[in-house]
C-alpha cells in the first residue's frame, strides 16, 4: 500500500516536472491585449529549443503557418502576417493581425509542434460617432443652458466627459446613460451650465486604445440681460403716488380755502346788505319824519271858520302824507 502510494507520488512529480518545462519552452506576450478596430496588433512568441513548424489561429480559426525547416511563412490571408524577431535567431517569432476587426476579438494561440499550445486574449474596440444636436447656443447672461451630447456605434460604451473653455466640467453637472444597439452602444449625456461669458462647451468620448478622445464642440453666445424695470417702475410709482396724493391735498385745501374765502365774502356781502338796508330804512324815516306836511295845521291854530254842511255836519277837510 505504501509502495504504490510512492509510485503514484513519482509519477505525479514528474508529470507536473514535465508539464512545466513544455509550458515554459514556449512563451506569449502579451497574454492580453486591447486594440482599436481598424489598427494593427502583434504577438510575440519565444521558442526555447528546436522547432519545425508553428501554427496561429485567430478566433478558433488558423490563420498562418511558419515552417522553420524551409523559413516558409503562409499566410491564410493578407490580414495576418509574421517575421522572425532578428533574422539570425529563429526562436522569436513576431505574429501581427493587420486591420484587426471585432471578429478578431478572442483567443489567439501559438501552437508549436510538440509543445502545448499557448493562448493570449485579444479584444477589440470600436469608435463611433459624437455630435452635440442643435449647434451654437445663444443666451442671457446669468441663464442657464442644457446641452445633450449623443454618441452612436461605439464598442464597448465610451467614457464621456465635458470642458468648457478647456476645462473640466464638475461631473455633478452632467449625466450620461447608454443602451446597447445590437453589437455596439449608443449613449447620451446631458449638461446644465450657467452661462456668465461667451465659452466653448465641448463633449469629449474616450476608449483606453483611443490617443486622444473624440469630440464635438459648440459655442454659447451671450446676449446682454435686459435692464430691470421692477425697481424703476416702483420707485416711479411710489414718488408718482406721493405727487398725486400730495397734488390732492393741495387741491382740497386750495378748495377748501376757496370755499371759506367764498363763504366769508358772502358773510360780508350779507351783512353790508343787511347794514345797508337798515340804514336805507332809517334814513326813509328820517326823511318821512322830517317831511313838512303843507297841509297839515296844528289844531291851536284852526279856525272856528269850519265848513259845515248845511245838514249841521261838519265837513271834514282831507290830507294826505306822504
Known sequence: MIASWKIWFGLMSICLLQCRVVSQKVQLEPLSSTALRDSDVQF?????????????????IQVLTIINSTNSIIPSVDRFSARFCVSTNRNCVEFIIHNVTRADAGEVVCNVQGH?????????????TVSIPGGNVTVMQGGEVELECVTTAWF????????????AVNSSLYNTTST????????????????????????????STLTAPQSSSVYIEIVPKPP????????????????LLGFLILVIVICYKHR???????????????????????????????????????????????????????????????
Open 116 to 128: 502545448q499550445p499557448v493562448t493570449a486574449q485579444l479584444f477589440v474596440q470600436e469608435s463611433g
Open 228 to 243: 430691470d424695470w421692477t425697481v424703476l417702475i416702483a420707485v416711479v410709482v411710489s414718488f408718482g403716488s406721493c405727487g
Open 180 to 207: 446597447p444597439d445590437g453589437d455596439s452602444f449608443n449613449s447620451t449625456s446631458t449638461v446644465r451650465l450657467t452661462a456668465s461669458r461667451n465659452a466653448r462647451v465641448d463633449c469629449l468620448a474616450s476608449l
Open 44 to 60: 510575440i512568441a519565444t521558442i526555447q529549443g528546436d522547432w519545425e513548424v508553428t501554427n496561429w489561429g485567430v478566433g478558433g
Open 260 to 322: 371759506k374765502e367764498k363763504k366769508r365774502n358772502y358773510q360780508d356781502e350779507m351783512r353790508r346788505v343787511t347794514t345797508h338796508n337798515q340804514l336805507s330804512v332809517i334814513d326813509t324815516s328820517e326823511q318821512v319824519r322830517g317831511q313838512v306836511n303843507e297841509y297839515y295845521e296844528p289844531e291851536n291854530q284852526r279856525n272856528d271858520t269850519s265848513d259845515w254842511t248845511e245838514s249841521g255836519f261838519l265837513k271834514h277837510r282831507h290830507m294826505t302824507f306822504v
Open 156 to 167: 464597448p460604451a465610451p467614457t464621456i466627459s465635458w470642458t468648457q473653455n478647456g476645462r
